[in-house]
């Protein structure tokens, strides 16, 4: 199945909590004022290193804030489960 996009703050949190993960960022590109680099985590033993969780508040407020979109596949090409997501500029 092929990669879509969406900006729906809904359809993003419902597909990251269907797979067990949860918002984070990057621990070295956070401050006081921003939460830094958004990434999806999704731990089997614990968070992974690197990441910091922060709350999906704090995380569609950057999401919004740096115009991005979620690419995310629903299935692999096998008909399983996929986890494939990545952020990216919204398309003019």
């Not at 704090?58 to 986890?83: I, V």
């Amino acid at each position: 199945m092929p990669a879509q996009r969406t900006t729906n703050h809904e359809t993003i949190r419902n597909w990251v909590e269907k797979r067990k993960g949860r918002p984070a960022a990057v621990e070295a590109t956070t401050s006081e004022d921003d939460v830094g680099i958004l990434r999806v985590d999704f731990p089997i033993d614990g968070m992974d290193e690197g990441l910091t969780k922060i709350s999906w508040d704090q995380f569609f407020e950057k999401f919004d804030d740096a115009k991005l979109e979620f690419l995310y596949e629903d299935e692999t090409d096998d008909g399983k489960t996929s986890r494939f997501c990545k952020f990216v500029r919204k398309a003019k």
